[in-house]
Every structure is written in C-alpha cells, then in structure tokens.
C-alpha cells in the first residue's frame, strides 16, 4: 500500500503518563515497552493503512501531557483532521482533566476535526476508577466517539486509530470537510482534474487558425 489517496495528520492529546507514546507505537510498530519515557515536545509516526476501500496516510503526532510543554502542543492542534484525547481508566484525575484538554482542542483546532475519546489501560481493568458508562455519557454530552483500550495487549488500539479516519473520510464524503481550507488536516494525493465548459470547447474552436 505504497500510494495513498489522502493523507490525515492526527493529534494525540491527554495528561502526563496515560499511554499516548505507548498507542502510538502499538500502532504504527505494533510493539510495547513498558518502561517507555514520557515524550518532551512531540513525538511523530505515520501508518499507511486501508479506509473505506481507500488507502490512506495517517500522520501522528504525540503530544507532551505536561503543563509546561502546553504552549508547544497547542502549535500542533492547528490543521488536525482528527484529536485523539487519551485518559487512563485506573486515574480518576486523567479523567477529570478531560473537560480542560477538550476545551484546549476546540479552542485551536477548525470545526470539522473528529474527536476521539480513548480510555486506556483496558489490561488493568479491575483497577478502574471510571466506568465505562461514565466516560460513554461524557463522549455522548460532547460528541465524540469513544472506545476503551489497550496500548500494552493492542486491544481495540486499531479500531481506534480507524474508527477516526473512517469518520474523517466521511466528512470528506458528505462535504464537512473541506479539502481546500488551509486547516482541515487532510492533503489530497489524488491528481486534480479541470473541467472545461461547453463554452470554453467552442471559444478555442472559434480561434483554431488551422
């Protein structure tokens, strides 16, 4: 799947050590490291995958969770086709945030980005300090789409990463997104075609000397 028709920049979003560099790399390297660092800046991978019959690029970047790295990461909400908000479902406090990290997200990203809500750490569920039911009505009251995780096992990591591309490609589809608006987070790769009218047909015929 070496050529693709659009590529999808993302935004992995959420606080400081609930498992966004770990999604990534389960992600695009399908592998885990338990003792993984906590990214300073950002971190950035990519993943060419098939969409609705389309192959497409996906472009990730991992953000810091830390409030110092905050100014650096809200440069990248900026032409985002697609945030993923992270909390870890053993931290009740990852999850209290989500309200601020989501205001951050809808204050620099353009209207159409798709937000996803993830719970990570599924592996640990008999450790949970939110529910299921609790963190589907938060993504319900905001609309986002939502799904719980595991970066460690790879459980529904996936279904997470296409469950928001395929949302993506439909607001491509429907015309929500706009391909041509500087911030939509989405480049074509497909090659542009020119419509000529009628009219221009008979204009260039009236001028032909031959």
């Given at each position: 799947?070496?050529?693709?028709?659009?590529?999808?920049?993302?935004?992995?979003?959420?606080?400081?050590?609930?498992?966004?560099?770990?999604?990534?790399?389960?992600?695009t390297e399908k592998?885990?490291?338990?003792?993984?660092?906590?990214?300073?800046?950002?971190?950035?991978?990519?993943?060419?995958?098939?969409?609705?019959?389309?192959?497409?690029?996906?472009?990730?970047?991992?953000?810091?969770?830390?409030?110092?790295?905050?100014?650096?990461?809200?440069?990248?909400?900026?032409?985002?086709?697609?945030?993923?908000?992270v909390y870890d479902?053993?931290?009740?406090?990852?999850?209290?945030?989500?309200?601020?990290?989501?205001?951050?997200?809808?204050?620099?990203?353009?209207?159409?980005?798709?937000?996803?809500?993830?719970?990570?750490?599924?592996?640990?569920?008999?450790?949970?300090?939110?529910?299921?039911?609790?963190?589907?009505?938060?993504?319900?009251?905001?609309?986002?789409?939502?799904?719980?995780?595991?970066?460690?096992?790879?459980?529904?990591?996936?279904?997470?990463?296409?469950?928001?591309?395929?949302?993506?490609?439909?607001?491509?589809?429907?015309?929500?997104?706009?391909?041509?608006?500087?911030?939509?987070?989405?480049?074509?790769n497909k090659p542009?075609?020119?419509?000529?009218?009628?009219?221009?047909?008979?204009?260039?015929?009236?001028?032909?000397?031959?």
């Open positions: 799947m070496s050529q693709f028709e659009y590529i999808f920049k993302y935004i992995i979003i959420g606080d400081m050590g609930v498992g966004k560099s770990c999604l990534l790399h389960q992600f592998r885990f490291q338990e003792d993984q660092p906590h990214t300073i800046g950002v971190e950035f991978g990519t993943r060419v995958c098939e969409v609705n019959g389309k192959v497409i690029k996906l472009q990730i970047w991992d953000t810091a969770g830390q409030e110092r790295f905050r100014a650096v990461t809200r440069s990248y909400y900026r032409g985002a086709a697609g945030a993923i908000m479902i053993t931290r009740r406090s990852s999850f209290n945030h989500l309200a601020t990290w989501l205001t951050d997200a809808r204050n620099h990203t353009n209207p159409s980005t798709v937000m996803m809500l993830i719970g990570n750490k599924l592996d640990l569920a008999k450790q949970r300090e939110v529910s299921f039911e609790e963190a589907e009505a938060f993504s319900k009251d905001n609309g986002l789409i939502y799904l719980e995780v595991s970066a460690k096992t790879g459980t529904n990591v996936e279904e997470a990463f296409l469950r928001t591309a395929r949302k993506i490609y439909d607001n491509i589809q429907s015309g929500a997104l706009d391909l041509n608006a500087a911030e939509s987070g989405v480049v074509s542009r075609t020119t419509k000529v009218k009628a009219t221009d047909k008979a204009a260039a015929a009236s001028s032909c000397s031959c």
